[in-house]
């Protein structure tokens, strides 16, 4: 990491939801926080369910989002690394925006280390203690014969399927979460779990779609990034302080 440069990282943008027209206005919003962090960032890290849906069939890519992925692939030309995660909602990427934008896609946890600590990064679906519907569901989703099946659909049709399901989603809904308890936190409970085998200075996870900051020892702090309907939340590290931001507001705080 270059002195004076920074890491950036947000989560759930969920593009394509709940309208084209409020899409459309966030997407743009987007924009113009990636525009701001072009000036010092030397890494921006997407943390999954960047979009509400997305599937690349052999020769067709979902419709929209010219701006957003003009934007990627202009800051990856110039320079800036960008890393972009599966999410549940758009766990089926896979070669289409490396080759043609240029980000780097994860699917997985992504392990870091800048200026000395050490980063645990994760879109947050699928970890810790319950939840065991939806980690049955990923193994299917995830698998290779699942895909291929999808992909005989017409992108018509499969699409259709896709925004059908986004319709009932908790963001198309709007359904804001909220903070009960560290205990009922599954995702501050998996990041204390693996604190008893090693160390990391930070956890951070999108997925939850809170805005969260939790001191786990007196060394390791779990962040979660939140969402961009309610929050336009991230975060940002410049080499020795980590922050949770909000864009667009005059409200910030450290993490």
């Avoid at 849906?53 to 010219?66: A, L």
């Avoid at 972009?84 to 909602?89: A, I, Q, V, Y």
Wanted: aromatic share 16%.
């Amino acid at each position: 990491m270059t002195s004076g440069k920074k890491l950036y990282f947000a989560s759930d943008f969920h593009l394509g939801v709940p309208s084209y027209e409020s899409s459309l206005e966030r997407e743009k919003r987007i924009i113009t926080w990636l525009e701001m962090a072009r000036s010092d960032a030397e890494e921006i890290y997407l943390m999954g369910d960047v979009f509400d849906f997305w599937f690349e069939y052999k020769h067709v890519i979902p419709k929209g989002f010219v701006r957003f992925l003009g934007k990627l692939a202009e800051l990856t030309d110039q320079g800036i690394n960008i890393v972009l995660f599966k999410g549940n909602h758009d766990m089926w990427m896979f070669d289409y925006l490396e080759k043609e934008i240029g980000v780097t896609v994860i699917s997985d946890e992504l392990i870091i280390e800048r200026f000395g600590k050490r980063f645990y990064l994760h879109h947050g679906d699928g970890l810790g203690p319950g939840d065991a519907k939806y980690k049955f569901l990923k193994k299917i989703f995830r698998s290779k014969t699942c895909q291929w099946l999808f992909s005989w659909l017409h992108p018509s049709i499969g699409i259709a399927i896709a925004k059908y399901w986004s319709k009932s989603s908790r963001i198309a809904s709007n359904q804001k979460e909220t903070f009960v308890s560290e205990e009922k936190e599954w995702l501050v409970q998996f990041s204390k779990s693996l604190l008893t085998s090693e160390h990391f200075d930070y956890f951070i996870f999108g997925h939850r779609h809170l805005p969260l900051s939790i001191q786990l020892d007196h060394a390791s702090q779990y962040v979660n990034l939140g969402e961009w309907i309610n929050y336009n939340s991230y975060a940002v590290f410049d080499g020795s302080t980590l922050q949770l931001l909000y864009w667009e507001t005059e409200r910030q705080r450290s993490v």
